[in-house]
């Protein structure tokens, strides 16, 4: 069985300071880990994945992710917030052993609020 | 990546009726998925469309009230039958190759009356 948990239903953050958005998941194999964002009314647009390789990932507009084994996690952070980075934030999983499949697991999601 | 729209955009349905729900993807893909997105809620798997044989289905879903068709490695529909209120969603058609990220079309807003 595989789940994300994303704890934080809301991060709220000032325009210029340091924004991370929390993940942590469960696995059997090999964690395969996306972050997406969804702006109102719009689909899901991908942001960056870890597949293998460096912990520390980069992605689209800025964002940046640090897998970590051993806490299990994997939060998104930026490290200067923008007005328009305010959407809703989805973390998702799935286990990279193939014989599970190639669907997502999802997150609950977590809404972040960046103020002017 | 691969772009990937989906027909309608929105609906609003009489109960007991069903719809179907269009998904075109720019370029041959190995998987194409269908997800639903309950108000205020996260993204859940429905199935796994399969091209040229039957969907596969997850816990909770089942064939009668969600046929999926998929006869090339670029098109899928998803049908919402037997329509109820409980079934208003997004409904959500996502497209990757093997081991890569998945991408979204741009959903299909569901409102059942």
């Known amino acids: 069985a595989q789940s994300v948990a994303q704890p934080e239903d809301q991060v709220n953050v000032a325009e210029g300071n340091p924004l991370t958005v929390k993940c942590t998941y469960s696995v059997s194999g090999n964690p395969y880990l996306f972050w997406y964002v969804q702006y109102p009314n719009r689909g899901l647009q991908f942001l960056l994945k870890?597949?293998?390789?460096?912990?520390l990932v980069k992605g689209s507009y800025g964002f940046e992710a640090e897998f970590n084994k051993s806490q299990t996690s994997f939060p998104l952070k930026k490290p200067s917030a923008l007005v328009s980075d305010s959407a809703l934030y989805f973390c998702a999983v799935r286990d990279g052993n193939s014989n599970s499949g190639y669907a997502l697991n999802f997150g609950k999601g977590t809404s972040l609020l960046v103020t002017p | 990546s691969a772009v990937i729209s989906q027909k309608p955009s929105r609906d609003i349905c009489q109960r007991g009726t069903s719809l179907t729900i269009q998904c075109q993807v720019d370029?041959?893909?190995?998987?194409m998925f269908w997800y639903r997105q309950q108000p205020g809620q996260s993204l859940t798997l429905i199935a796994t469309a399969n091209q040229g044989s039957e969907a596969t289905y997850e816990s909770g879903f089942v064939i009668d009230k969600f046929p999926i068709s998929r006869p090339n490695l670029t098109f899928s529909t998803l049908t919402v039958s037997n329509m109820s209120p409980e079934d208003s969603s997004i409904y959500l058609c996502s497209a990757a190759q093997a081991n890569n990220e998945q991408f979204f079309g741009p959903g299909t807003r569901l409102t059942v009356l």
């Open positions: 370029s041959q893909v190995t998987m």
């Open positions: 870890y597949i293998t390789g460096d912990n």
